[in-house]
């Protein structure tokens, strides 16, 4: 049984490591998707993930997949794509266009679950300067990006997508080389994200990198 968060009181979430084993790492239901409430979720280890009509659902999986930018691997093919300057990569441009083009559904990859509330509240982040998106441009066509959510030195991925072979990686790739962040947060592992050198790491290494980059974390329980 998972608690319910009420809407009502001011944000609030539970000690992470009451997370259920199965499914992994749902922790709570209810409460918002304002930016208070998603700020504190974040800097907690915690996100929303939830379809169309269901109750928001909050999740911290445990372990959790994480990228350390200087751990980024580059094939010899995105090197090689890189010195082309095919494309041209830019940030917090097309924020609207990015998350629009990750909630279209794609064979095979992860989109469906950025319903029109999510949409909404990561709208709502972008503009208050907490979400941000990096864009992959042929001309003046956006063929791939990603967007997430940046708290101190660690940004929080969400999704990408990928119109042209991979458009996405050299977004991942500037991000990781921008030198800003210490630590990106992958939530979930994925073949993809291995192969350009996400690794695994538990929950407490995860909370401590999140004290220690993100600020205290600040929830009430903790854990």
Sequence with gaps: MIP???SALKPHCPATSTALAEPAGLLAAGGQLGVDWLLLAYRNGIFPWFNEGEPILWWSPAPRTVLYPAH???SRSLRKLERQARY?????QRFDAVIAACAAARAGQRGTWINSQMIDAYGRMHRA???H??????GDELVGGLY???????????SMF???DNASKLCLRHLAGCGRYKLIDCQLPTPHLRSLGAVEISRESFRAALARWTGPV?????G
């Design 4 to 6: 319910w968060l009420d």
């Design 133 to 138: 998106s990096i864009e992959c441009l042929e």
């Design 162 to 164: 990928s119109l042209r």
């Design 88 to 92: 041209q990569i830019t940030e917090d």
């Design 148 to 158: 997430g959510i940046a708290i101190g030195r660690v940004f929080f991925g969400e």
């Design 72 to 74: 980024f691997h580059a």
């Design 129 to 131: 300067g907490h979400a």
């Design 218 to 222: 600040d929830s009430g329980p903790t």
